[in-house]
């Protein structure tokens, strides 16, 4: 099911529109829409499609060759059949083919060639170098894997090095597409919304599973989804990430589990894993910068490359949820899966308290608040936090976010006490005060007082207030 990404249609129309060949690599984690966004690009150009299989060579060549003859026929001789004796001479056709016509060739999961064939990405770059300028031909590797992907085209050392002309990563849809997608196929409530998006992210494969097991309760779509016996999803982190990861995975998994749990210092996560401090730090630098799994986060009005003051988080809902609900359970799960699960209700409000807070630091980006921030994100110091702080030069604006629906006068407490943590940060001139719940009894009063007051209503609706100050 094709939905949204016209932006990156755009973009890969734009370098279709280029002349001669371009080498283009789109990348992003399993289940992100890649297969699917390219497929809708393929459907009005002459083009191939191409899925790498962990498979012998001889027998993807067999694929390919059936591929190419139906889908090159008009353009080929009735009496050729398309036969290849190895990958170098598949491209070497292609190649030679676009001299005369615009071709687009898809290779998905190409980084499983390093099992077919190792020696073809040397093979590839050859021919790409001596070819390229002849000929007419829009490459597209496509990878699951991001560690891999970027080894393969970023290493200085790999064959393919320098060889990409184009970048794009595909990203998983953010929470108002997401929302307005599943609502294009369920009717659900936006609170129970918050709560399935708190564990599937925006992963369009996994929205997918919305509609079949929604029933009107987010709780119990949750344990069809990741805690019953038979739950589609209850195995698939460790799917995706024991081939990420390699045999390393332990140390891996060992650090996305202590961060799921709330250990995001590398301190608090040398100590709950055992780990070295430096042995730390180098898995932090590679799931961070390598993985693109952790987020490194520091307070928003520090200086990033500068301050010590640094905390990670798990950038995708999916995985922070799977860690922290599942993996850390896995023994448990297998004895006494209801005792799981009673644990899992008990813990899950405060978990997506925690997405709320992300979703409103979106929220906040996209308010005109009668100024344009320089920076927008989370603060702390010590024992206090402030949800979201947004400023320039003149102009700050804080706010608190809450999972629950308050009253008037919880409220009223709320702001009291954000007024207080504000004399810590170091920021000067004109403050306004925020707060963002889940549900707000009075909030065109706390308006007219000059609060910024929102709820999940005003979230969903995307309202582009604006807001003097």
Sequence with gaps: MFYDRERELEKLEEVYSFPGSSFL???????????????????DKPGLYFFVSEKDEALLLDEYSREIEERLSEYLPSYLKPKFGSLEELVEFLLDFSRERKLVVVFDEFQNFRAVKPSFFSSLQKLWDEKKDT???????VGSYVGMIKRLFMDSKESLFGRVDEWMKLRPFDFWTSFTFVRSLVDI????????YSALGGMPRYLLYIPRYYKGNSIETLKALFFDEFAPLREEGLNILKLE?????????SIL??????????????????MKLLTVGKYLSELTNHYEYLTREVP?????LKTRKVAYRISDE????????????????????????????????AFVGKTYERIALGFVRHLRLGFKPERVGRWWHKKEEIDVVAYDRDNVA?????????????????????????????????YRFGIIARGLEGKEELRKEGFLAFDLIDIIQQRPLSLSL
């Excluded at 690599?25 to 459907?43: C, D, H, S």
């Excluded at 860690?323 to 899966?337: C, G």
């Excluded at 976010?401 to 004109?430: F, I, Q, T």
């Design 25 to 43: 690599v789109l990348y992003g984690r399993r289940r992100v829409g890649k297969t699917t966004l390219v497929r809708e690009f393929l459907k």
């Design 398 to 430: 804080l706010f608190e976010v809450k999972w629950s629906d308050l009253s008037l006068r919880d409220s009223r407490k709320v702001l009291k006490a954000l007024e207080k943590k504000a004399k810590l940060l170091p920021l000067r001139g004109n």
């Design 189 to 196: 409530p936006p609170r129970d919304f918050v709560e399935l």
């Design 245 to 253: 990861f390699g045999r390393f995975y332990r140390a891996h998994f």
């Design 318 to 349: 999916f995985f922070s949820f799977w860690f922290r609900f599942v993996y850390h359970n896995y023994t448990a799960l297998e004895e006494d899966p209801e005792r799981v699960f009673e644990r899992f209700k008990a813990e899950f409000p």
């Design 135 to 141: 000929s007419n031909l829009m490459l597209i590797a």
């Design 257 to 274: 589990e202590a961060v799921s749990l709330g250990h995001v210092t590398p301190k608090e996560i040398s100590d709950k894993t055992g």
């Design 300 to 304: 928003v009005t520090e200086n990033p």
